[in-house]
């Protein structure tokens, strides 16, 4: 296995059937993946392509990689209802999340500031000619799956069986390094060192949406980064931490904010009863409701 | 042979025909002009790449930025419009270092 940082999270790499030279060097594709990603598509890179999406006054060329961006971005909105919307960059900002994080670099005394609505319909996207006009007010943050795609695009670089990890969003390809499957263990959102239950995969993905790690002091409010479209502001979500198993790493990073700002009924409605998609929802009460297509190893 | 002088033939048309004739070629010529002043008109940015591209490469189109740097054209944009590059200067690769897997390996999902 090889791990590096990157994406401001720790990226591990496994393929178990590789000799290690061949192993590096498939580590050595994701990080470069991982790094171009990051350098071109962050909203915290002052001369990344999308920074100066989110600063241009008019229409702008966009690259063809920043367009599948958006046409997917686009997709996960109309399949939401809106629910995940990229064009959060301005709540997220007005919350106070304007840089990259780590614990106590975004404390600040000011309240929360409210940003002006911002929906993905006002951005004017010409596919064909790959022009984007974003009004003044709207701010695109890709943070809310960039992270599951590049997970995705590295592990196919990978022979089956791999493994990509990208802090906790990961592509679990084959049927692990025994035949028996990928084990995956939910981390307890009120103790890091607590596993609430080990699920057992198969080519799935996983990711996890909680606002225990991203979080900061807004006055004297507390603030976190998963912003409900609806309000523009921090979710008062029932819900402590979502996971999300799911064909991709993208889907399951979408469904899992998705299914975090439904809250516990409606969010495990969501997942329930859908062919490949399972759920471990944790209430702020601690309890974990575990719902859909899941194999679970231990609870 | 015949010594009468021969009368040109006329044509057989009538005023309402030498109209309609005139109005043809006149709208042939307008199509003809306009079409000429069409095409020495300044396009939008997205049309420029392709125009400037090398000969072989205008009929079917190319991207600015598929194009190698020495190819490509200096655009004019018009005020307010701006070309997003792709960034392609010193991205920092971090370097992926062998880590202790758990055995059995298994992944911690979290927020992160």
Not at chain 1, 168 to 181: E, K, V, Y
Request: glycine share 8%; aromatic share 4%.
């Amino acid at each position: 296995m090889f791990a590096f940082r990157a994406m401001n999270t720790d990226v591990a790499i496994a393929a178990p059937t590789l000799d290690p030279a061949a192993e590096q060097r498939l580590a050595q594709q994701a990080a470069r993946l991982f790094a171009d990603t990051e350098r071109r598509f962050s909203r915290f890179v002052a001369d990344s392509e999308l920074g100066r999406l989110n600063r241009a006054t008019g229409s702008v060329v966009v690259s063809r990689e920043l367009m599948e961006l958006l046409c997917a971005a686009g997709r996960h909105v109309v399949e939401t209802e809106g629910l995940f919307d990229p064009t959060i960059g301005g709540a997220l900002r007005a919350a106070g999340y304007d840089r990259s994080f780590s614990p106590g670099t975004l404390d600040h005394d000011a309240p929360p500031a409210r940003a002006p609505p911002a929906h993905f319909a006002e951005l004017a996207i010409d596919e064909p000619a790959r022009l984007v006009r974003r009004p003044p007010h709207l701010s695109i943050d890709l943070g809310g799956f960039l992270k599951g795609r590049t997970v995705d695009h590295a592990a196919a670089l990978a022979p089956a069986p791999a493994m990509v990890d990208a802090g906790g969003d990961a592509m679990l390809r084959g049927n692990g390094p025994d035949g028996t499957g990928w084990l995956v263990e939910i981390e307890d959102p009120a103790d890091a060192r607590h596993v609430l239950a080990t699920l057992r995969l198969r080519d799935r993905a996983v990711a996890t949406s909680a606002p225990n790690r991203r979080r900061w002091r807004a006055g004297d409010r507390a603030a976190h980064h998963l912003i409900d479209p609806r309000t523009g502001e921090p979710s008062r979500s029932d819900l402590a931490q979502v996971t999300v198993v799911a064909a991709t790493a993208e889907q399951a990073d979408v469904l899992a904010k998705v299914v975090f700002l439904l809250g516990a009924t409606d969010g495990a409605r969501r997942l329930d009863g859908q062919p490949g998609l399972g759920g471990a929802l944790v209430t702020r009460d601690g309890s974990l409701l575990l719902v859909g297509d899941l194999e679970v190893a231990d609870a | 042979m015949t010594d009468r002088a021969r009368t040109p033939p006329r044509l057989p048309l009538t005023t309402l025909e030498w109209r309609l004739y005139v109005v043809v070629v006149l709208a042939g010529v307008y199509l003809i002009a306009w079409r000429a002043i069409a095409d020495t008109t300044p396009g939008p940015p997205t049309a420029s790449p392709a125009r400037s591209a090398p000969s072989d490469l205008t009929t079917r189109g190319v991207w600015l930025d598929d194009l190698p740097v020495a190819q490509r054209p200096v655009l004019t944009l018009p005020p307010g419009w701006e070309l997003a590059a792709r960034g392609e200067a010193v991205v920092a690769v971090p370097t992926p270092r062998r880590a202790p897997a758990s055995r059995p390996l298994r992944v911690r999902t979290r927020s992160s």
